[in-house]
T-cell receptor, first 113, second 117 residues
Framework: NAGVTQTPKFQVLKTGQSMTLQCAQD?????MYWYRQDPGMGLRLIYY???????DKGEVPNGYNVSRLNKREFSLRLESAAPSQTSVYFC????????????FGSGTQLSVL | AQTVTQSQPEMSVQEAETVTLSCTYD???????LFWYKQPPSRQMILVIR??????QNATENRFSVNFQKAAKSFSLKISDSQLGDAAMYFC??????????????FGGGTRLMVKP
């Protein structure tokens, strides 16, 4: 079982460069999420998609855009990277119901110089 | 908005001993879910335990148990018989029972647990 696949694992950008983080899940989940993790602040929600075709802002959406390409894929784009976006990024999908659970990707360590 | 606070940035425990990690949260809602996630050095996020607010009984999963105090808005994690593999970051998280904001989780800042052999 692949679960949630997130690429790349590491990335270094210069200020102003753009990039897209890719995420795909093979569990047929409706809801998908992008979080960023910073020391002492836990994980904060950037954007989420409650179902295919819908996306909404989370707690810290500024500087990011997302695309829910289909039910499997949910990408995060940085149009003009800034040093404040240096972080570890996690994609997740949610299994609903009695055995609710978030499944996380392995994370992307992003450094913006 | 809900907030989750983990007041212990770091904790240490001797192997085979018991340790308790603290978590408090702030909410005006009466129905919600609480979680503990473990993040080892591999960065993978692993669900440890889940508690529904409407349940009086504290959740347990093998060596992991919680002390859920709804009135005090406290949700601590107890790890018994600590093992070297328990060393990790632990995150407490809250989710509203209402279908809002995509059922997002709100996380605390984390507690780094070190296990001494």
């Amino acid at each position: 079982n692949a679960g949630v696949t997130q690429t790349p694992k590491f990335q270094v950008l210069k200020t102003g460069q753009s990039m897209t983080l890719q995420c795909a899940q093979d569990m047929n989940h409706n809801s998908m999420y992008w979080y960023r993790q910073d020391p002492g602040m836990g994980l904060r929600l950037i954007y989420y998609s409650a179902s295919e075709g819908t996306t909404d802002k989370g707690e810290v959406p500024n500087g990011y855009n997302v695309s829910r390409l289909n039910k499997r894929e949910f990408s995060l784009r940085l149009e003009s990277a800034a040093p404040s976006q240096t972080s570890v990024y996690f994609c997740a999908s949610r299994r609903q119901g009695l055995n609710e659970k978030l499944f996380f990707g392995s994370g992307t360590q992003l450094s913006v110089l | 908005a809900q907030t989750v606070t983990q007041s212990q940035p770091e904790m240490s425990v001797q192997e085979a001993e018991t340790v308790t990690l603290s978590c408090t949260y702030d909410t005006s809602e009466s129905d919600y879910y609480l979680f503990w996630y473990k993040q080892p050095p591999s960065r993978q996020m692993i669900l440890v335990i889940r508690q529904e607010a409407y349940k009086q009984q504290n959740a347990t999963e093998n060596r992991f148990s919680v002390n859920f105090q709804k009135a005090a808005k406290s949700f601590s994690l107890k790890i018994s018989d600590s093992q070297l593999g328990d060393a990790a970051m632990y995150f407490c998280a809250y989710r509203s029972a209402f279908n809002n904001a995509g059922n997002m989780l709100t996380f605390g800042g984390g507690t780094r647990l070190m296990v001494k052999p």
